[in-house]
């Protein structure tokens, strides 16, 4: 600033400059011996342009000074803003995590409290073991009167840390040994309460397998079943539970695989193997034409059971690859999709994927899959939440208010509640709350469940009593016919049951706006000349995919 009005003042005086030189130009003339060819006049308009000329420079200058002080002092209030708003986010998250932390230490604090108490309220006498935050609870009893020792009864719980005892790794490593593949069915069937444990150990029973690759492909026999039409498979409890068994070994044979010390993948899964491998995929993959797309919702055993079966036994190459990613959408919804796609080698190909799975209205399959595979750029997972629940809200709204009968009304609340309760799971998941806040959405499903209790109490209140025999047991009296008002007794209104879902906490799927079938008749099924839909350039469905 000090430079500025120096120049300013230098400026000014250069008129005063000038006066001066006149005069000494003056006494130069009067004093010459020869004659000068300048004229003071000349020398006066090149001194006053060069003043006029250097102004107006000063000015431009001075001008753009001003601007960039605007500019800057508009940046350092809005830097100002943005480190108030980061300051107050992480004090926010800062306060969140320490109520957490305190909801936490006062859990475990409740939890120990009452542990201690039911140790202090134990009899002296008795003989009991308690393991905390172990898998089994053992508690002994003491005989009764009658003093018979076949009457004391170990109680054995599995708890959540999911360890188990010699005697069932025994028995696990036992059936490996001989490969029982039948046996090993009914040992997972018969300790299911003990999955997680028994997952776990399984990788390490298949090295005692003399061949684990056979011994899982013979555990595969029964997966379809030929005395179970497909209606009655989906019923079918036990059948499901073959079919998750089938599964989960095939999992824990593709982990023996990555962390094998019995040498290489070809020593275990021979070529002979792989044969058989391709026979049963070959034997599975027509079953899949008649697959319910709709009743599937992206969970579809057995789609997941053949692509497990393809990345496994590393066959998935003998197979075309547009008609194994077009089954990716029926099973978006399980857990090992992201790995199964790795594992076949479809990463190129999720694009496409996320496409088909955003235009059937499953945009949080989607986002999932976009988390999964670094796509959230390409597929904004705001948004994406966003018009899912928009759709849902859409689905919920009845076109007339006074035209919906109370059981449409409870399922489209139902839905409504399921959607937010799925939204805000995938929220917490991928911790966008900054970017999307929760409050709102709570605020909804508080209502929506309060609404929900209110009527299943009056529904509950309004349920007719049963009849009662008389207290002195001559049953009822005689019929009363004179009953002066029978509109005293009131009509209960009817119940109509609460929409269920075969998985809580997952989102509907979409409206019939969507669709009724996916390419025809047969989910599956397309013709030798049906185009590719899956190539680099795009990927889009004649019809879309349903849940």
């Not at 609870?137 to 009764?144: A, F, L, N, S």
């Not at 539970?241 to 993948?265: A, D, H, K, P, Y």
């Not at 079938?517 to 899956?534: I, Q, R």
Request: charged letters at 30%.
């Amino acid at each position: 600033m000090d430079d500025t009005q120096s120049v300013a003042t230098l400026i000014d005086s250069a008129t005063s400059k000038i006066q001066q030189l006149q005069q000494a130009f003056a006494e130069l003339e009067n004093h010459r011996a020869i004659t000068l060819n300048l004229k003071w006049k000349e020398l006066e308009e090149h001194f006053h342009g060069l003043e006029k000329s250097l102004r107006k420079r000063f000015d431009e200058l001075d001008d753009q000074e001003k601007q960039y002080e605007t500019k800057a002092s508009k940046a350092r209030e809005m830097l100002e803003k943005r480190e108030a708003a980061v300051v107050a986010k992480e004090k926010a998250s800062l306060e969140r995590l320490q109520d957490k932390r305190d909801a936490a230490l006062s859990a475990i604090g409740a939890a120990l409290e009452k542990y201690k108490k039911a140790l202090s309220a134990e009899p002296a006498v008795g003989n009991s073991e308690c393991y905390v935050g172990a898998d089994v609870i053992v508690e002994e009893k003491p005989p009764d009167s009658n003093g018979a020792a076949g009457d004391s009864k170990d109680v054995e719980k599995p708890s959540g840390n999911g360890h188990m005892d010699d005697n069932t790794h025994s028995q696990l490593t036992k059936l490996c040994e001989e490969m029982d593949s039948k046996g090993l069915h009914k040992f997972i069937s018969d300790n299911r309460k003990n999955l997680v444990a028994i997952k776990e150990e399984i990788p390490f029973a298949l090295r005692t397998a003399t061949n684990p690759a056979r011994f899982v492909l013979d555990s595969l026999e029964d997966f379809y079943r030929m005395e179970v039409s497909p209606s009655d498979g989906k019923r079918d409890s036990s059948l499901l539970g073959v079919r998750r068994t089938c599964i989960m070994l095939m999992e824990c044979l593709n982990q023996l695989l990555e962390e094998s010390e019995l040498g290489s993948v070809s020593d275990i899964i021979s070529e002979d193997i792989k044969e058989r491998a391709k026979a049963i995929a070959e034997d599975w993959k027509p079953k899949l034409d008649d697959l319910d797309v709709d009743a599937s919702s992206g969970n579809s055993l057995e789609a997941h059971a053949f692509l497990q079966l393809l990345a496994t036994f590393g066959i998935a190459s003998d197979f075309n690859q547009e008609g194994i990613t077009k089954l990716i959408p029926t099973v978006s919804r399980r857990r090992q999709t992201a790995d199964l796609c790795r594992s076949l080698g479809l990463s190129e190909k999720m694009p496409g994927v996320i496409e088909v799975l955003v235009n059937s209205g499953r945009q949080i399959d989607a986002v999932n899959l976009s988390y999964a595979f670094e796509l959230t750029e390409q597929f904004s997972p705001v948004p994406l939440l966003k018009n899912y629940l928009k759709e849902a809200r859409k689905t919920s709204s009845p076109v007339k208010p006074g035209n919906m009968s109370p059981t449409a009304q409870n399922e489209v609340n139902e839905r409504e509640l399921t959607a937010l309760k799925a939204v805000i799971k995938c929220i917490e998941d991928h911790k966008l709350e900054d970017q999307y806040l929760l409050d709102p959405l709570q605020k909804r499903v508080l209502q929506l469940e309060k609404a929900k209790a209110d009527k299943k109490r009056v529904a509950e209140t309004a349920k007719p009593q049963s009849k009662r025999p008389r207290a002195n047991g001559g049953g009822y009296g005689p019929r009363i016919t004179n009953i002066p008002d029978k509109s005293f007794y009131t009509r209960a209104p009817d119940r109509f049951p609460p929409y269920m879902y075969d998985r809580p906490y997952i989102y509907p799927g979409p409206t019939d706006s969507h669709g009724a079938t996916l390419l025809g008749s047969a989910a599956y099924n397309l013709s030798p000349g049906h185009p590719n839909f899956f190539g680099n350039g795009g990927y889009q469905y004649q019809a879309q995919y349903l849940h």
